[in-house]
T-cell receptor, first 114, second 114 residues
C-alpha cells in the first residue's frame, strides 16, 4: 500500500511569491491533515479535512494560507504571498475514516522563503 | 495554546543502553501517541495509547499513558544504532470539531554510539 506522498520535496521561493504544495493521502483515508514544523520547534496543526470538507482550520496562521481538497482526494496548500516566517517543513497526514487519531505522515515539503 | 513539554531535548547513549523520555502537559489528553522521525522522512507512528494507566509494548518499545492523563513516557530497551532519530510525543483531546488535531511535543533527538 502506498503511503502519503507530498510534492515537491523542497521549494525555495522569494518573499512575495506564491507556492502550492500538494499532498496525496493513503487511498481510502477520508481524513487529511496539514501540519507545519518551523525552525526546529514542535510540529503544529494547521487544518483537518474530512473528505472535501474542512472539519477544523483552527491552526491556519492567516489568510495568506489556502487549503483545498476538491473531490476529496488529494489536497493543495497555497501560500500567497509568502513571507520569511513561512519557512519550515510542511507535513501532510491522513487517517482512516473511523480512526482519525492514528495519523500517517508524508515525508514533508521543506519550504524556504528568502 | 496547549503545550506538551517533552524531555530530554537530546540524548547521547551507547548501543545496548536503555532510554527513557517523557511528555507532560498542564491539560488532559484522551489519547497519547509516540512518533519517530528519521532524517528526510515524516514522523512514523510507534505506539498509540487510549486509556489512562495503559501500558503498551511494541518490540523493544514500551509506552505508558499517565493515570492523570497529563503525561506519558516512552522507554526503549537495548538500543541499537537504527534507533537514532527524533522522537515526538503527541496528544489528542478528542471530541468537538478539533477531534483530529494532534498537539506535539518539541521532540527528543536520540543519538546512539556503536
Amino acid at each position: 500500500e502506498a503511503g502519503v506522498t507530498q510534492f515537491p520535496s523542497h521549494s525555495v521561493i522569494e518573499k512575495g511569491q506564491t507556492v502550492t504544495l500538494r499532498c496525496d493521502p493513503i487511498s481510502g483515508h477520508d481524513n487529511l491533515y496539514w501540519y507545519r514544523r518551523v525552525m526546529g520547534k514542535e510540529i503544529k496543526f494547521l487544518l483537518h479535512f474530512v473528505k472535501e470538507s474542512k472539519q477544523d482550520e483552527s491552526g491556519m496562521p492567516n489568510n495568506r494560507f489556502l487549503a483545498e481538497r476538491t473531490g476529496g482526494t488529494y489536497s493543495t496548500l497555497k501560500v500567497q504571498p509568502a513571507e520569511l516566517e513561512d519557512s519550515g517543513v510542511y507535513f501532510c497526514a491522513s487517517s482512516q475514516p473511523l480512526n482519525p487519531i492514528e495519523q500517517y505522515f508524508g515525508p514533508g515539503t521543506r519550504l524556504t522563503v528568502t | 495554546g496547549q503545550q506538551l513539554n517533552q524531555s530530554p531535548q537530546s540524548m547521547f547513549i551507547q548501543e545496548g543502553e536503555d532510554v527513557s523520555m517523557n511528555c507532560t502537559s498542564s491539560s488532559i489528553f484522551n489519547t497519547w501517541l509516540w512518533y519517530k522521525q528519521d532524517p528526510g522522512e515524516g514522523p512514523v507512528l510507534l505506539i498509540a495509547l487510549y486509556k489512562a494507566g495503559e501500558l503498551t509494548s511494541n518490540g523493544r518499545l514500551t509506552a505508558q499513558f499517565g493515570i492523570t492523563r497529563k503525561d506519558s513516557f516512552l522507554n526503549i530497551s537495548a538500543s541499537i544504532p537504527s534507533d537514532v532519530g527524533i522522537y515526538f510525543c503527541a496528544g489528542a483531546r478528542g471530541g468537538g470539531t478539533s477531534y483530529g488535531k494532534l498537539t506535539f511535543g518539541q521532540g527528543t533527538i536520540l543519538t546512539v554510539h556503536p
